[in-house]
């Protein structure tokens, strides 16, 4: 698949995805939902929020840098039977994370909202995995990978997949547990983290 095509499946993800998103979520509530980063500097928060960035920045990268000729893609991976994969993969996850964007309701945001409480979401994609959003992001990335196969491909996705798994464990669940307690702790025990009966219950620090 040509680089600029890719690039273009890219930008239609985020304007879509966040910008789109933002837009309903304004219009539903007054506000866009997005918290940004604003944690403390080196706090476990501040590093998954830097880690997500590079991976955002890394994925963009990637197409690029391939056309410019910059980096090197593996050859023996560009195939058509893996750029069709890849892309199958890709565009069922960026179409399925817009669905369980929509599903989280008046609760979807981007970031902990710490000065606010919203709605524990267990209904629809979230009766199966707790995190089904950041499961079809990881999804994207690794169909990102197929469709270009290079360094800055690779490490997107692990900055991506690092950052997210530090966000949940350190910062989003211990977020939710305080906020909702025992009803949060009995959806986990029985939901799993990123997959369907993989990861249920919470780390032993948190109970």
Known sequence: MH?????????????????????????????YGVQGINAAFGSLEWIAG????????????????DLLGVLRHASCCVTPAVQTIGLLIYLVAAIASFGEQMAMGNS????????EITALVTGGPFA??????????????????????????????????????????FVEEPHLLQIHGAAYSDYASRVGRFLPFVGRG????LG
């Open 50 to 65: 830097v880690l997500f960035v590079i991976g955002v920045v890394g994925a963009f990268a990637a197409p690029v840098l």
């Open 128 to 169: 199966f995995m707790r995190n089904p959003i950041y499961t079809t992001m990881l999804a994207s990335g690794v169909g990102i990978v197929l469709l270009v196969p290079n360094a800055a491909a690779a490490i997107s996705f692990a900055a991506l997949f690092i950052g997210l798994e530090i966000h949940v464990r």
């Open 3 to 31: 680089d600029l095509s890719v690039l273009v499946l890219l930008v239609l993800y985020f304007v879509v995805g966040f910008g789109l998103r933002a837009y309903i979520q304004y219009r539903r509530t007054g506000a």
């Open 108 to 115: 979807w945001r981007v970031g902990v909202p710490r000065d």
């Open 202 to 205: 919470l780390s032993r620090r």
